[in-house]
């Protein structure tokens, strides 16, 4: 749950609480702070399209696509959080209605791998 200026935004994450496994599958303070800022200032991010480098379980990509980004691209380097964590979490946080896809002409949240 990150909070800001009389506004909460709930995101579900699936991942670990430390990083012995690897540094992408946690939630890092930096990722909240800069969620925390978003979700204080979501005009900086309204209609503009946001790259997330390193997103790891995804806090902050997810966050600027609740807040209307254009589009979010999240990327990370590591195999294992990109395909077991990362898209579990944008599938999972997705704020579309049920009855709208994401398809390949139109996605505003991509998951990339940066390597």
């Known amino acids: 749950s990150t909070t800001g200026k009389n506004k ?9 609480f430390d990083y012995t496994q690897s540094t992408g ?14 979700v204080q200032h979501p005009y900086l ?6 790259l997330e480098l390193g997103s790891g379980l995804g806090l902050a990509g997810i966050v600027s696509h609740h807040l209307d980004s254009k589009k979010s691209f999240l990327t ?5 959080v990109l395909n077991d964590y990362l898209s579990f ?3 999972h946080n997705d704020r579309r209605k049920p ?4 398809g390949d002409d139109n ?9």
């Open 8 to 16: 909460t935004l709930n995101v579900s994450l699936k991942g670990f």
């Open 25 to 38: 599958m946690t939630v890092w303070l930096g990722s909240e702070i800069i969620a925390v800022f978003m």
């Open 45 to 50: 991010i309204r209609g503009k399209t946001v």
């Open 76 to 80: 990370d380097g590591d195999s294992l």
């Open 89 to 91: 979490n944008v599938k």
């Open 99 to 102: 009855n709208e896809k994401a």
């Open 107 to 115: 996605p505003d949240t991509k998951v990339e791998d940066d390597v």
